[in-house]
């Protein structure tokens, strides 16, 4: 190759041409795809990846903070750990609760898989095992998966044996937890990375899977809208109410409507991650989603207690657990689809559809477990119609009327116990108060922040229904809960990474921010439109999946629209991409795989520590899972970090019990290789962590900023980001930054229209040297800025000095 390093030469001539810059790569057009060798680590057991995990958890320290001091794990308990005393057993408290944060990033990637393992078996049989893997326009379709276990699927049969290794890998993780096994927090650790890895490998098993057959959007940045919202019911209608993840049962449902010319006559609407899939079934070519989306799992028993379904289907994963029961008093028969909840209802798979329907009608049984889903996708529209007018004969009552509103807010005794239970401290008493007196203003207030748990009526010495109180009250909001969600588009595409990898590198496109996760939040969903909308406006991407990108999608701006309908879906910069559900977070960390794959050529298969590398060095993203709470959201977050991506959670992701964070001030830590000599490189302390809670979003949103920082970012790129880091300090904590300084190299980092004072506040308070002739820094930055470095924790991929 020659080295040009002056002239000319017109772009317009060139065609197909890739452009060197020192050891950045970016391919114009789409290169032929070329066989990578296999790498170091295809398909790693526990230990394979521990040298990675040890540098990751040498900068970033596991901090504990256990919520129960005893462990009950075997018959020598229970041992109290308290001080860091150590069981019977010899396991000291640290170990322990590194033993618990596993234990539920195993639990957490077990769902995935199972509902991987589960949804793949059902599309075999229906496809076949030759059904080809079709994501969309891209070579690299399964990033993850080719990252971790160096294969490459090209068919659904090709996806078995990525799940073998995945439920092997689980098995073995699982026999840890058991006494007597591991001791040492620091292994128990670099387990939960690989539980964290794992899960996102059985993630991407589910959605490709589902992608391919389904006819689910596939990287779409304008999949369509779908309604959502308890507003968008229409009530008069018979409904069925789908509640879970796993939809392969739902689409026979689907499409029986379908077939029957039922549209018109039924309301299909779900919750949580079916509800999202749902609206992506039989969507590839831009159709209008068939089914409407309630919301997050924070609606399910409010959306019971309306008494407005019909029928309830449930299939796995974060369901209630006493569906059935509250479904029973107001009649709704609950059809259960999935061996992983059966409440105990009979199996009538084998049985004859209108016999279930008969027994299901006149309440001889409160459900039915159905496990055949051709029969299930006729039971439930039936069923749904035929209950709508049995349960409006029997007049049903679902929330009290307003005389019994009115009644049940003066029974209060103010005793306050119910907010003493509330997960979010809800200020129920002074709502009571104030509808006492016909102002329910403060119950409509209620209504979002609460998570519909139920707790407080458990308590209640006056046995007030609290949860039916809140709802009654709010009735006026409920009706105008009306938003839209984008259809999940799946997949980033490769030729979107072509063209957008360059500025993410470079820092000119500032960062990404995941908005992922459940609806455990602090404050009420608005959090999450609030926090994508200011960090659209400043040119980041926002990628959403799960309950997070339904919560975002319930508002509206001053203009009428939606944040989805504000923003295109494209990977670019200030653009809005709906990913899909939960297990389309895989397409997250599979952007970042694709990055260093298309954009650096980095060779992904079976290479997963110089990817990881390459992404904790150079791709600046924040994962936020603002109302973290199931065990499926610490393995996704972990993932990410093993991954090299940090992860923030809301308040009450520490009950996680432990946080991966650096400590900024310890300079020896923040070093790095430069691959080019093994010389060591000061970095930025950024991220400055792996996976930390934040109390606020006036806190989070600086921290945002600062945390998509890297070392490769070039001058354009950093004060980019220094200047939204600036800038969101000063809004919305009101200050500078401490540690603003820290992130400046040369006075072209610095952000353009406050250089000058910056300059001079870099002289009087941090006595750095300035030339003020040319308004240039002398001396005072830690790092140099040198735009051909190659920043590396990995040695080995170092050239010899
Ligand atoms: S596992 Fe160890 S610490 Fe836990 S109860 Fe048994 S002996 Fe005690
Ligand atoms: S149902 Fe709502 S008000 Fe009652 S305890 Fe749960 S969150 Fe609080
Ligand atoms: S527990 Fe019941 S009586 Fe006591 S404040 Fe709450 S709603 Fe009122």
Redesign the pocket.
């Known amino acids: 190759m020659s080295n040009i390093t002056t002239g000319k030469f017109s772009i317009e001539d060139l065609e197909n041409v890739q452009v060197t810059i020192e050891n950045i790569v970016g391919a114009i057009e789409e290169v032929e795809e070329k066989e990578e060798e296999m790498g170091v680590t295809p398909k790693p057991g526990i230990s394979s990846l521990r040298h990675w995990d040890f540098n990751l958890l040498n900068r970033y320290e596991p901090i504990y903070t256990p919520m129960c001091d005893q462990c009950c794990y075997c018959t020598f308990g229970k041992c109290d750990l308290s001080g860091n005393k150590e069981g019977a057993c010899g396991i000291d408290m640290k170990a322990h609760q590194a033993r618990e944060f596993l234990l539920r990033v195993i639990t957490g990637a077990s769902a995935h898989t199972g509902h991987g393992r589960h949804l793949l078996h059902h599309l075999i049989e229906k496809y076949g095992r030759d059904h080809p893997i079709d994501v969309g326009p891209s070579n690299l379709k399964t990033p993850v998966m080719q990252t971790v276990t160096g294969y490459k699927p090209e068919t659904l049969g090709d996806l078995e044996k990525v799940l073998d290794y995945v439920e092997e890998q689980i098995t073995q993780l699982l026999a840890t937890i058991h006494m007597g096994q591991e001791g040492e927090a620091i292994d128990f650790e670099s387990k939960a990375l690989h539980g964290g890895m794992l899960d996102h490998v059985g993630m991407e098993i589910s959605d490709i899977a589902q992608i391919s057959c389904l006819k689910m959007p596939k990287s779409d940045a304008e999949s369509p809208l779908a309604e959502i919202g308890m507003g968008c019911i229409d009530s008069s209608k018979p409904m069925l109410l789908t509640i879970g993840h796993n939809v392969s049962g739902v689409t026979n449902i689907m499409d029986y409507i379908d077939e029957q010319s039922l549209s018109d006559d039924i309301e299909i609407a779900g919750l949580c991650c079916t509800a999202i899939d749902m609206t992506r079934y039989n969507t590839d070519e831009g159709d209008e989603p068939k089914a409407k989306v309630i919301g997050s799992l924070a609606k399910e028993l409010k959306m019971i207690r309306s008494g407005v379904p019909d029928v309830i289907v449930v299939d796995e994963q974060c369901v209630r657990a006493d569906i059935l029961r509250e479904a029973q008093k107001l009649s709704i028969p609950v059809i259960s689809t999935n061996d992983k909840i059966m409440y105990g209802l009979k199996d009538r798979s084998s049985d004859d559809v209108d016999d279930i329907l008969e027994d299901l009608k006149s309440g001889i049984e409160p459900g039915a477990l159905i496990l055949d889903f051709d029969k299930l996708g006729e039971l439930a529209p039936r069923l749904a119609m035929d209950m709508a007018p049995i349960r409006e004969e029997k007049g049903i009552k679902s929330l009290p009327t307003s005389e019994e509103l009115q009644e049940l807010t003066e029974r209060c005794v103010h005793c306050k116990e119910?907010e003493l239970?509330?997960?979010?401290n809800?200020s129920?008493s002074d709502a009571m108060s104030a509808a006492e007196t016909g102002d329910f203003a403060p119950f409509e207030e209620?209504h979002d922040k609460?998570?519909?748990?139920?707790?407080?009526?458990q308590v209640c010495p006056k046995d007030i229904p609290?949860?039916n109180v809140?709802e009654k009250s709010a009735q006026r909001v409920i009706r105008e809960e009306k938003g839209t969600l984008r259809a999940g588009r799946g997949q980033v595409s490769d030729p979107e990474i072509r063209e957008e990898g360059v500025n993410l590198v470079l820092g000119t496109t500032p960062g990404i921010i995941a908005l992922v996760g459940c609806s455990n939040y602090p404050e009420g969903t608005k959090d999450l439109y609030r926090i994508a909308d200011e960090m659209l406006k400043r040119n980041y991407i926002v990628v959403v999946s799960g309950c997070s990108a339904m919560d975002l999608g319930m508002y509206r701006n001053e203009d009428g629209n939606t944040l989805y309908e504000e923003y295109p879906g494209k990977f670019i910069k200030g653009n809005l991409l709906n990913v899909g559900s939960c297990v389309s977070n895989s397409h997250i960390t599979g952007t970042a795989i694709k990055v260093a794959s298309i954009f650096a050529q980095r060779n992904v298969t079976g290479n997963f520590e110089e990817i990881a590398d390459y992404i904790l060095n150079r791709v600046g993203a924040v994962g936020v899972a603002w109302g973290a709470y199931s065990q499926k959201a610490s393995s996704i977050a972990t993932g990410c970090n093993r991954f090299g991506i940090p992860v923030i959670v809301g308040p009450h992701g520490s009950k996680y019990r432990r946080a991966l964070i650096g400590k900024p001030y310890e300079k020896d830590k923040w070093t790095v290789y430069d691959a080019r000599n093994g010389e060591e490189l000061p970095i930025p302390s950024s991220p400055e962590f792996l996976l930390s809670t934040v109390e606020s979003v006036e806190e989070l949103m600086p921290i945002l900023a600062k945390n998509c920082m890297r070392p490769s970012d070039n001058n354009m790129g950093r004060m980019i980001k220094l200047t939204n880091y600036i800038e969101l300090s000063e809004k919305y904590l009101g200050v500078m930054p401490e540690d603003w300084y820290q992130f400046v190299r040369t006075e072209t980092d610095l952000p353009l229209t406050k250089r000058g004072d910056l300059l001079k506040k870099l002289e009087s308070e941090h006595g750095w040297e300035i030339d003020w002739k040319k308004k240039k820094i002398i001396s005072g930055p830690s790092m140099k800025f040198d735009v051909s470095a190659q920043p590396t924790n990995v040695k080995r991929l170092c050239k010899e000095a």
């Open positions: 119910c239970v509330c997960p979010t809800l129920i209620l609460c998570i519909g748990c139920g707790r407080c009526e609290v949860l809140i």
